[in-house]
């Protein structure tokens, strides 16, 4: 089915198997996440020429903290270091950057060149790429809560006014519309508190594939996935 014929606007991706692509070539698994840099610019590529207007990958959770300090330290400085080098390019093909997620803990020098490629690419309206970075999924919903309790205390907001519309409008980014597919890689079948308010209705596509080595065909068939499915919402 042609992409004209069904409306596919907002892909997900929860990127997993770094660590054993790289497990299981003798490798740390720093290397393995490199590895998967290189799979995110080629995506990034394959929803170009798809016409996908958002892309969502998620890079690091909340929970990721708990791995071993020298492997954050090095995902800290990977996303740095991909920043620099992709930014330009994402500017000249009218690429937007967008980061969601909390800011704390992570390193000033990152978060600056974090803001900047966002300053840098606000107006671009080709693609937007959605980088997850010190997100979680329930972190946003009581981020979101947090707010909406601050506004009701301030008495700018009633209390009998939130319903999921306007609470959908105190999440991180309200404005981008709710993927309408999410994939994830290495035969894991959960969401990992990843975007659990905007996933209600998106479909769902798991493959065995570590993200390393998905390419252009796993990524095509995914997308074919999507345009064989009815999506009803509740109705018949």
């Known amino acids: 089915m042609a992409l004209s014929e069904k409306k596919l606007k907002h892909i997900a991706f929860i ?4 660590g054993r692509w790289a497990k299981s070539r003798g490798l740390k698994a720093l290397e393995g996440h490199h ?54 390019g994402y500017l000249e093909r009218g690429f937007r950057v967008r980061i969601l997620g909390r800011k704390n803990k992570i390193p000033l020098s990152l978060i600056k060149k974090l803001e900047n490629a ?8 080709n693609m937007d790429i959605i980088i997850a970075f010190n997100y979680g999924g329930r972190a946003e919903i009581a981020d979101a ?49 990843f975007m659990l308010w905007q996933l209600s209705y998106s479909e769902l596509y798991f493959t065995d594939t570590l993200w390393p080595d998905f390419g252009k065909d796993e990524f095509n068939n995914a997308l074919d996935t999507f345009y064989m499915r009815e999506r009803r919402y509740g109705a018949r």
């Open 145 to 193: 809560a947090k707010k909406i309790a601050k506004d009701v205390s301030a008495g700018v907001l009633k209390p009998s006014k939130v319903n999921e519309k306007l609470f959908s409008k105190y999440l991180y980014q309200s404005e981008v519309p709710d993927p309408d597919l999410l994939i994830r890689t290495s035969g894991e079948y959960r969401l990992s508190n």
């Open 118 to 125: 966002e300053k840098l690419s606000v107006n671009n309206t």
């Open 15 to 18: 990127m997993d198997g770094n």
């Open 35 to 88: 590895k998967g840099s290189d799979t995110v610019s080629k995506v990034i590529n394959y929803s170009s020429e798809a016409g996908i207007r958002y892309i969502t990958f998620y890079a690091f959770s909340t929970e990721n903290w708990l791995r071993p300090p020298l492997e954050v330290a090095g995902l800290m400085r990977l996303l740095g270091k991909s920043i620099d080098d992709n930014i330009q």
